[in-house]
């Protein structure tokens, strides 16, 4: 099974249950590290609801590994992660670059643009494709998701 499809699949399996937990789905990804496959489920809650916990990521981990071993989608050993994507998330979707606007993130791009492959100030705005980001010194980088390799939101204390 192709691993687009078995996110796919994940996320299907998960949908109705985290509606009814009161849980939103972050980012799956199935991914190979080392010789090893990785399931990662990243969960979260509305941000008025607080944060995800332990015992919700175990209670998550716990519907997920069965409802997986019922349907059998995948043909691999792997490792079930689930857990909150953190106060330092990757923006890893279009609709997490809306999302956040307004808050203080680090970008990495692909290639060097103006001297620089990082880029840290204020997501000023993103419609999903195009992202304006404003650093410290006032400028305005426009970028679109196709330069960015990583975007994690900063952590500011």
């Given at each position: 099974m192709a691993k687009k499809k078995i996110t796919e699949v994940v996320e299907e399996i998960l949908t109705d249950f985290l509606n009814e937990e009161g849980y939103e789905l972050y980012n799956t990804e199935f991914i190979k590290e080392g010789k090893d496959w990785f399931l990662r489920v990243y969960i979260d809650k509305p941000e008025e609801e607080g944060y995800i916990g332990t015992e919700d990521c175990e209670k998550v981990s716990r519907y997920l590994?069965?409802?997986?071993?019922?349907?059998?989608?995948?043909?691999?050993?792997?490792?079930?992660?689930v857990s909150s994507p953190g106060m330092d998330r990757v923006l890893a979707k279009p609709e997490h670059y809306v999302k956040y606007a307004g808050k203080e993130v680090d970008v990495k791009l692909y290639k060097g643009k103006d001297g620089t492959k990082n880029i840290s100030g204020i997501l000023k705005y993103s419609d999903g494709e195009q992202v304006v980001v404003v650093d410290a010194t006032g400028k305005e980088w426009n970028l679109t998701l196709d330069e960015i390799a990583r975007t994690r939101l900063a952590v500011v204390f």
């Open positions: 590994s069965d409802k997986l071993d019922e349907a059998d989608p995948i043909d691999k050993v792997y490792y079930l992660e």
